[in-house]
């Protein structure tokens, strides 16, 4: 006879083996998730051979530099005007930088506001739409690596 038909038959793992396997996978998938999440260990790290926090301790402190306050007439039949404050998220290495050239980033805002049409005020998601522009003037001024982000502070009609 051959070796196939003399062989025992293996047992089929039952549902307790199943059982230990799937829940040995839960912890193990979850213990992983938990000490990545915490920042113990990173895969991204693994792949590129740096570790995470030598890469964190080269980044400079994160610095917020006040904008001044743009106060804007909209022209049109209703006395309008609008207060617009902001800032800018930089890091320390920039902030002199930032600093010296702010007031052509004041310059830049006002000019950029004063050209919006005033019914655009008036319009359902107008804020974004004028971050977007301001970010985008605030780094053709700057430059691309000192400004990290605008946030608008103020932004109201009297």
């Not at 207060?83 to 930088?97: G, M, P």
Request: charged content about 20%; proline content about 6%.
């Amino acid at each position: 006879m051959t070796d196939a038909a003399a062989a025992p038959a293996e047992k089929a793992p039952g549902k307790k083996g199943l059982l230990i396997t799937l829940a040995a996978t839960l912890v193990l998938g979850g213990a992983a998730f938990g000490s990545t999440y915490l920042g113990i260990w990173s895969p991204a790290g693994m792949l590129t051979g740096s570790p995470a926090k030598e890469a964190s301790a080269e980044h400079h402190a994160v610095v917020f530099i006040d904008v001044p306050k743009v106060e804007i007439v909209i022209p049109g039949g209703r006395a309008r005007s609008m207060v617009l404050s902001a800032t800018i998220e930089t890091d320390s290495a920039h902030k002199a930088a930032v600093t010296h050239l702010m007031p052509r980033v004041s310059d830049a805002f006002t000019t950029f506001l004063s050209g919006v049409d005033p019914a655009a005020y008036d319009k359902r998601g107008v804020l974004e739409v004028i971050r977007a522009e301001l970010v985008t003037r605030t780094r053709y001024v700057l430059g691309e690596e000192p400004v990290k982000d605008l946030l608008i502070t103020e932004f109201r009609f009297k």
